[in-house]
C-alpha cells in the first residue's frame, strides 16, 4: 500500500486536480483499515476526507470516487445517511458496480440491523462468484449471522471467507468469532495456529464502524473464548 501511495502521491504532485487519483488516495486509508491489517489516526481521517471531498467536487459523475466518499464517510466518520447517500449516486452512475452494492448491504450491519443486509449480500455470491470482494463478502454474512442468532451459518461463510482468503485479518477474526463456540474446531492445532499467527485480540472488530454497543460486546465475548488476547 505504502509503494501505491508514493505512485500517487508523485501523480497529484504533478496534477493536483487528478479526481482519480485523489479518490484512490482516499482509498489507500481505508483498505488496510477494513481488511484488518492497521488503524488509522484522526490526521490520516482528515486527509482521506479532503481527498475524497475534492475529487466529488471535480468529477460529480464518477461511481468509484462516490464509492470512495461513501466510505470515508462510513469506515471513517460513522455518517452512515452520508454515505448512503454516496452510495445510492455511485450506483445510480453504475447500477452493476458490486463494490457499491456490497458498501450499501454493509451500512445495515454497522448500523445495527444485520438481517437487513443478508439477502442483498447473498445476491452478490451469485452474482460474481469469483470476485476478489467475495472473502470480505462472506465475511460480514457471517458477521450478519452472528448479530441476527444465527450460529450455523455465521461459521458456515466465515470458514468460506477464511478459507479464500487465509491472509486476511478480518476473515480470521470474524471466523475465530464465529467458531466460538464449536469446541472442536478451537481445539484444534490449526485454529490455535491462526490465532497466533494473527495475534488476534478482543478488540480487533472494534476496528469496524458498529454503533450498537451489544454488537461490539458480542465479537469481544466471542473472540475472548476463541482465545484471543485482551
Known sequence: MEAARAVLETVLSQSPDNAMALAMMASTTLVPLFAGYASVDQSEVSQATTFADKAVGLDANNDFIFQTRGMVRCM?????????????RSLEINPNFLVTRFS?????????????AINPLRELL????EDPLIPMVYTLL????????????????AR??????????????????AAAQDREIVGSKAFSSMISRFDLRTTDLEKLPFVRRDDIELFRSRLRIAGARE
Do not use: N, W
Open 142 to 157: 457471517s458477521a450478519a449471522c452472528l448479530l441476527a442468532d444465527d450460529d450455523k451459518l455465521a461459521l458456515q461463510y
Open 76 to 88: 471513517l466518520l460513522k455518517d452512515f445517511a452520508g454515505a448512503a447517500s454516496d452510495f445510492k
Open 160 to 177: 468460506q471467507a477464511h478459507d479464500r482468503a487465509p491472509l486476511m485479518p478480518t476473515c480470521a477474526a470474524i471466523y475465530a468469532a
Open 104 to 116: 450499501l448491504a454493509s451500512l445495515s450491519i454497522y448500523s445495527g440491523d444485520p438481517k437487513a
Open 126 to 129: 451469485d452474482v460474481s462468484p
